[in-house]
């Protein structure tokens, strides 16, 4: 790598915002593959997301909630060593679709930002470094007896299965060095959060 790689490299690892802003793209309906600018919520996700362990944040459609979850969780993937992070969802599907939009993340990004893949199937998404990010659907059962880093719940809201969430995962969190639980969601999932802390 050139010293401006590994600068650049040293800087995305520090900096969220700056690796999403300058390393990420997104696909448009209309205009295809584009370059990620963040938006006030996103930003405020990111400084959540670095100041609390447990949280959901309101946000309403269409403020890329999906993307932020996505960006955080590639970023901690590709910048740690020996983390697990867990997309939960209501359905599989939906927590498929998350892990595929991480996986075209990683594919866009320039090559001295990504880590290389190891695994890469509908439910997993591993790296050289030995992060890996797994899709459990609803499955609270899916993350039971591992250390996670990370649990994202998306469309928490949809979700009927959030007692069973902090019941048999909480701790898997818990356990983990700064270990995060988090959504961004719904108001009425947002007062579930804050009651659970």
């Known amino acids: 790598m050139t010293p401006e790689m590994i600068e650049d490299y040293k800087r995305c690892m520090g900096d969220i ?28 996700a990111i400084k959540d997301y670095s100041e609390k362990n447990v949280f959901a944040k ?3 459609r269409m403020e890329g909630k999906t993307t932020i979850a996505a960006i955080i969780l590639l970023h901690h993937a590709i910048f740690n060593q020996y983390r697990v992070s867990l997309i939960m969802g209501p359905k599989m599907q939906s927590s498929n679709e998350v892990l595929d939009l991480i996986y075209d993340m990683h594919q866009n990004l320039p090559e001295h930002i990504q880590a290389k893949i190891v695994t890469h199937n509908k439910t997993k ?14 499955n609270t059962h899916q993350g039971r007896g591992r250390t996670l880093s990370n649990i994202y719940i998306d469309e928490s809201e949809f979700m009927n299965t959030l007692d069973e969430v902090f019941t048999n995962l909480y701790p898997c969190i818990s356990t983990a060095n700064k270990g ?16 659970h802390k």
């Open 125 to 138: 998404l591993e790296f050289d470094n030995m992060c890996a990010i797994i899709s459990g659907g609803s």
């Open 58 to 60: 309101y946000a309403n």
């Open 180 to 195: 995060k639980l988090f959504a961004f969601t719904s108001t009425r999932t947002s007062e579930y959060f804050r009651d």
């Open 17 to 44: 915002e700056y690796f999403a802003e300058k390393h990420i793209k997104v696909r448009h309906v209309e205009l295809g593959l584009v370059p990620l600018k963040l938006n006030e919520f996103q930003r405020q």
